[in-house]
């Protein structure tokens, strides 16, 4: 699993609850502030904080996308 982070992208091992009574993945990774890439059977995602800085940077600078991923590589 992959987490993009302000300080760089982590991969990590992730473990979801199983439990009958647990909620989707989606919505567990999303209670721990982490943004799903995908909908169905998410492998990678992004902090609430790196989301954060990415559109105050985008709004300040105009930095693209690709450019701000390269920037915390």
Known sequence: ???IHINGIHHIHVVFCGCGS??????QLLHHGWFPT???QPHMCATFMVLNHFHLQMLHSKVTATH???TIE
């Open 1 to 3: 699993f992959s987490v």
């Open 22 to 27: 647990s909620v989707h993945t989606q919505q």
């Open 38 to 40: 995908t909908i169905h």
């Open 68 to 70: 701000f991923i390269a």
